[in-house]
């Protein structure tokens, strides 16, 4: 499966923040809008609900882009390539055989970003573990991954782009991983003191991220 959607939305080197997944589903005809994150619009939706005056409609593709520009921010993925098996499956472990986006390295270092967001961590083949171990070529021990599962940041060594970058790796998006963010320490702590659904929370965080 070859990548809908990188060679159509290069990144802008005058952006600041670059939001990063991993790679779109197998079958597009059917997204609620054609672009990034269209299967089910759950990234703009989020948006939608963290900046309603910004983003007025999550499955307008139109209105993302000007929402994008406005707000400095590109939008890639880390695999241009891959096979899923299943072929229908849209989880990352799934995928297989996959080719990294090798030009991110040299564009973001030609580029204004400090901050890139990751929608997916350190699990099998989600954005930042190929971002970081695979495209960076970055060494990932235990220790590092415990302390980013603490902070969900890390501050990229000035070495690699001429410049100090930071990663944030944020909740994911997908409906599916509502359960996962209500067992988070993050969100226990937020229900704690403003008792806040996980969807609320969610929104709160990626207002937060921008």
């Known amino acids: 499966m070859l990548h809908r959607y990188i060679g159509d939305n290069?990144?802008?080197?005058?952006?600041?923040?670059?939001?990063?997944?991993?790679?779109h589903p197998v079958y597009?005809?059917?997204?609620?809008?054609?672009?990034?994150?269209?299967?089910?619009?759950?990234?703009?939706?989020?948006?939608?609900?963290?900046?309603?005056?910004?983003?007025?409609n999550p499955t307008c593709k139109s209105c993302i882009k000007q929402f994008l520009e406005c707000r400095g921010i590109s939008i890639s993925d880390v695999i241009t390539v891959c096979e899923r098996v299943p072929e229908n499956s849209p989880l990352d472990r799934d995928i297989v055989h996959y080719e990294v986006n090798s030009a991110l390295k040299k564009t973001i270092r030609e580029s204004n970003i400090f901050t890139i967001i990751c929608t997916s961590g350190y699990g099998r083949n989600n954005a930042f573990r190929i971002f970081y171990c695979d495209i960076l070529h970055q060494i990932m021990t235990k220790e590092i991954i415990e302390e980013i599962k603490k902070t969900r940041e890390i501050i990229l060594d000035k070495a690699i782009f001429?410049?100090?970058i930071i990663i944030k790796i944020a909740f994911s998006p997908s409906n599916s991983a509502l359960r996962g963010i209500a067992r988070s320490k993050q969100y226990k702590e937020a229900k704690g003191l403003h008792s806040k659904t996980v969807s609320d929370f969610r929104v709160d965080y990626y207002r937060g991220l921008l």
């Open 10 to 23: 290069t990144i802008n080197p005058e952006s600041k923040t670059l939001i990063l997944g991993t790679i």
């Open 28 to 56: 597009t005809d059917k997204f609620s809008v054609d672009f990034f994150y269209g299967n089910e619009a759950t990234l703009w939706k989020i948006f939608n609900n963290a900046f309603p005056d910004e983003l007025k």
């Open 162 to 164: 001429g410049r100090k």
